[in-house]
């Protein structure tokens, strides 16, 4: 289970995103994460989901759980003017806020995995990383076939394996057994883990 807190000016959004958290089955939502005396934290959350609503805010409000080291999942107007100040400050998504639950739901499992995410449109403006040897040539036991890797791209989009054997014109049977191989050379116990892995691996883009 991932425990997230969610954290909102607005009301509406506050109980919008507190129920996509609670709908969900690998996440718990911490309702309560301050204690009553004292101003001490009860229990730290594992992510936090935060939607910020002017752009000098942000520092102020995750700069406690950054420093706690709790991964922030940011939902702000515009990603792109938040990015070069939000990496430094511990934020590992910046996300629309008009994304989609499944965009929300996959930028929490990735930050719990320790990935970053931003969206697609905002690439450019992240800071270049220093380039650094791939893991997914030495970390595979074997490597995935290209149809493994078609049949992988479709789990990250969530299809499950009927809806996958007819988006590749094969059996229910072949797609599962692809899913199987998968999980086995990712080292993986789901399928949400193998989509977290091949993200990892580079196999898989968000």
Do not use: C
Not at 4 to 25: G, I, K, M, W, Y
Not at 41 to 47: A, K, L
Request: charged share 20%.
């Amino acid at each position: 289970m991932i425990d997230v807190l969610v954290e909102a000016a607005s009301a509406d959004l506050q109980a919008e995103l507190a129920e996509l958290v609670r709908d969900h089955p690998r996440f718990r939502l911490i309702e309560d994460s301050y204690a009553t005396s004292a101003g001490e934290r009860r229990q730290q959350p594992d992510v936090v989901v935060m939607a910020a609503e002017a752009q000098g805010d942000a520092a102020l409000e995750t700069s406690g759980w950054t420093a706690a080291g709790v991964p922030i999942v940011l939902l702000v107007h515009n990603p792109a003017g938040w990015i070069s100040e939000a990496r430094p400050a511990g934020v590992r998504a910046v996300l629309p806020r008009n994304s989609s639950a499944t965009e929300i739901i996959a930028a929490i499992e990735a930050v719990a995995a320790g990935l970053f995410v931003f969206h697609p449109a905002d690439v450019d403006s992240v800071p270049a990383a220093r380039p650094r040897e791939p893991e997914s040539a030495t970390a595979l036991v074997e490597p995935l076939t290209p149809r493994e890797i078609e049949v992988l791209r479709l789990l990250a989009e969530g299809f499950p394996n009927k809806e996958i054997a007819a988006r590749l014109n094969i059996s229910e049977h072949t797609a599962k057994f692809h899913v199987a191989s998968i999980m086995g050379k990712l080292g993986a116990t789901s399928r949400t883990e193998a989509v977290t892995l091949g993200i990892r691996h580079g196999l898989v883009m968000i």
